[in-house]
T-cell receptor, first 112, second 113 residues
């Protein structure tokens, strides 16, 4: 009963390095979302996707790119990491726009 | 712009107490409201989803209510236990949106034995 799985769980990057976070869901959900969670700021939407091959910007998209080549996977990329991107990243999915959303366990990213 | 507020930010109660967590939102044009639980260093676990046409939902010792017209929801926890200690988050989805959740900052609950 995997649900939403995020890889990796922890990562430390140096400023300027790049990396990709993977989100995989096994529930055949159309909608997928990437959030970041920061102390005092709560959860904020980075990018989202409403189906395979589609992506759109959320509230805080700068410095991130995303791709959804397969329905079950939603990738979040950091091309040139900055210390301001130190955060906990969460992926979520839902079957439709108004059904229950399920979250992954998070990726804790530190940029030094 | 939709704003979601949760009061109090932190709450400490003795084991066995019944308690209420509050969530308010400024725009009543919502699809639904969802309550989550987050343990330290963990992901979000869905507790209850209330559609905009519903007044309440129940799951075990949890009961969530929704008053869309006044922009309020409450999460009632009966007979609290130390294992209920966690941060509780509420989130709404705006009508006409692509379903992205707008979150409150959470209530950190501590249940003392």
């Amino acid at each position: 009963n995997a649900g939403v799985t995020q890889t990796p769980k922890f990562r430390v990057l140096k400023t300027g390095q790049s990396m990709t976070l993977l989100c995989a869901q096994d529930m055949n959900h159309e909608y997928m979302y990437w959030y970041r969670q920061d102390p005092g700021l709560g959860l904020r939407l980075i990018h989202y996707s409403v189906g395979e091959g589609t992506t759109a910007k959320g509230e805080v998209p700068d410095g991130y790119n995303v791709s959804r080549l397969k329905k079950q996977n939603f990738l979040l990329g950091l091309e040139s990491a900055a210390p301001s991107q130190t955060s906990v990243y969460f992926c979520a999915s839902s079957r439709t726009v108004n059904t229950e959303a399920f979250f992954g366990q998070g990726t804790r990213l530190t940029v030094v | 712009k939709q704003e979601v507020t949760q009061i109090p930010a932190a709450l400490s109660v003795p084991e066995g107490e019944n308690l209420v967590l509050n969530c308010s939102f400024t725009d009543s044009a919502i699809y639904n409201l969802q309550w989550f639980r987050q343990d330290p260093g963990k992901g979000l676990t869905s507790l209850l989803l209330i559609q905009s046409s519903q007044r309440e939902q129940t799951s075990g010792r949890l009961n969530a209510s929704l008053d869309k017209s006044s922009g309020r929801s409450t999460l009632y926890i009966a007979a609290s236990q130390p294992g209920d200690s966690a941060t509780y988050l509420c989130a709404v989805r705006l009508t006409g949106s692509q379903g992205n959740l707008i979150f409150g900052k959470g209530t950190k609950l501590s249940v003392k034995p």
